[in-house]
């Protein structure tokens, strides 16, 4: 089955309708790949759930830690898979639940198109605008486009609506990101990238980003669900370069970071 949603409750996870009508608000959710058993940064993905649970529920660590030994031992080491937490409001309180889903195929390659609509209640927190944030994309998808990008009121860039935005622009050796105090959501693919272009001393700087001063920048979104996707058009916007001789090179490095899956700590 491509997808089984699973209630913890008990110490147990027991499968549930997932299209039942009390599915409740998404108050926390994250997610990951896992292709054959390898899945890169899982310990950050579980740090930012946790960090956004204790944050936003009155959920104990003891079952959040018992929940999430109990999803590890669900994913399954053949085959690729993108499963997700959650925390949801359901009228007992929080509650936690697991989508067992199969991973889409990678791509490696994306079309943009910009917003300035930005439906986002909780920008630091993964989950509450997880809808909101897909209607967003469907918004651009007549466009072509199969990532929206966010712009703030003086028209830069903030994040994809399911991606953070990195930038190579023409000319420059260094990896540019959207300024951390942009409230948007703390990308853990991002940071995974930063960390490997410290280690090899490649340059990052922090600087605010118009669509309209990317011509032939190479324009890098990034996320745990395809790693890093090229930017190859912009719907009415910059005209980028297409070469993806870098963004493979960089993919096999985030690729590289992954760890097995039943190695990790539990």
Known sequence: MSHVLYQFSGN???????CEPRRGET?????????????????HHLDRFRTSVAATTQLGSAPVEAFLAAVLEKIQ?????????????????????????????????????????????HPLVKGPDLEALLR??????????????????????????????????????ALTIVPRSTPRLPGITEQVVLDIARREGVRVEE???????????????????????????????PTLSRSQSLRDAWQEKWRDEGQGINQLPR
Do not use: C, K
């Open 12 to 18: 147990h996870l027991g499968a549930i309708e997932w």
């Open 27 to 43: 108050l926390v959710a994250d997610s990951w790949r896992v292709d054959d058993g390898q899945v890169v940064a899982l310990e």
């Open 77 to 121: 080491a053949v085959g690729s898979w993108f499963p997700r937490i959650e925390a949801v409001a359901t009228p007992g309180g929080p509650t936690l639940r697991y989508r067992h889903r199969v991973a889409p195929e990678l791509t490696s390659e994306a079309i943009l198109a910009s917003t300035s609509q930005d439906p986002r209640t």
């Open 136 to 173: 967003l994309r469907s918004n651009v998808a007549p466009l072509g486009a199969t990532e929206a990008v966010i712009l703030d009121a003086q028209g830069a860039i903030v994040e994809g609506a399911y991606s953070s935005v990195v930038v190579w622009t023409s000319g420059s050796d």
């Open 207 to 237: 600087r605010t980003l118009f669509p309209q001063d990317l011509d032939n920048a190479t324009v890098w979104i990034m996320s745990a669900l395809h790693g890093i996707r090229q930017a190859t058009a912009w719907v009415d916007g």
